[in-house]
């Protein structure tokens, strides 16, 4: 059993069009940071959300940490067939950050 | 600045074959973690290390080794390779007080 449950596992939209994808947990963290992995390269930080309720932007992208810092979800505006990618979510531990599986995006031209 | 060097990039080993997986980072960070990603499965966190001279256990430490004797390093040893080991494996890094960790661009190993 995944500590971070993604959803949906797989996600293929077409150019222009928004989604959502989303990231539960039973555990509280002390922060949570999405990540965006292209094939064959390592993961690379998009954002870090610290106060439960906290919304942050990154152009089209928003991201929001639920009140109860155990959740979040990443809204995209208008796809982008550069937004093709596995976004990751993980949470902060003790000394350690732990993943979700992530959600597979691909936006079709 | 090359951030966080893994090498190598590919490696097909036969069940019972050793190896070490080498990652160096020139980013001066304390932390350092090996994970493996597997499909469905996500990262999961074999060992990490919060400086030199210290290492501890992660979610799925069973048949890997790791040492810490620099800043710099931190190699990933299979003694006996398992085809159950078969996965990416990344290498990252932080600072003490940064949670913004930096991944190298992974090894894909292949047991046999």
């Known amino acids: 059993t995944q500590l971070l449950e993604q959803s949906p596992q797989f996600l293929s939209i077409q150019e222009g069009e928004n989604l959502t994808v989303y990231c539960n947990s039973s555990?509280?963290?002390?922060?949570l940071q999405w990540y965006r992995q292209e094939p064959g390269e390592g993961p690379v930080l998009l954002v870090t959300?610290?106060?439960?309720?906290e919304v942050k932007k990154l152009k089209r992208l928003t991201f929001q940490f639920g009140d109860a810092r155990k959740d979040s979800s990443l809204h995209i505006t208008a796809a982008q067939t550069g937004d093709t990618g596995l976004y990751l979510c993980?949470?902060?531990?003790?000394?350690?950050?732990?993943f979700g599986a992530g959600t597979r995006l691909t936006v079709k031209p | 600045n090359a951030g966080v060097t893994q090498t190598p990039k590919f490696q097909v080993l036969k069940t019972g074959q050793s190896m070490t997986l080498q990652c160096a980072q020139d980013?001066?960070?304390?932390?350092m973690s090996w994970y493996r990603q597997d499909p469905g499965m996500g990262l999961r966190l074999i060992h990490y290390?919060?400086?030199?001279?210290?290492?501890d256990q992660g979610e799925v430490p069973n048949g890997y080794n790791v040492s810490r004797s620099t800043t710099e390093d931190f190699p990933l040893r299979l003694l006996s390779a398992a085809p159950s080991q078969t996965s990416v494996y990344f290498c990252?890094?932080?600072?003490?007080?940064?949670?913004?960790?930096?991944f190298g661009s992974g090894t894909q190993l292949s047991v046999l």
């Open positions: 290390s919060v400086g030199a001279g210290i290492t």
């Open positions: 990252g890094c932080r600072g003490a007080m940064d949670e913004k960790l930096f």
């Open positions: 555990s509280v963290f002390s922060s």
């Open positions: 980013m001066n960070h304390e932390y």
């Open positions: 993980a949470g902060a531990g003790n000394n350690d950050m732990r």
């Open positions: 959300v610290v106060t439960g309720g």
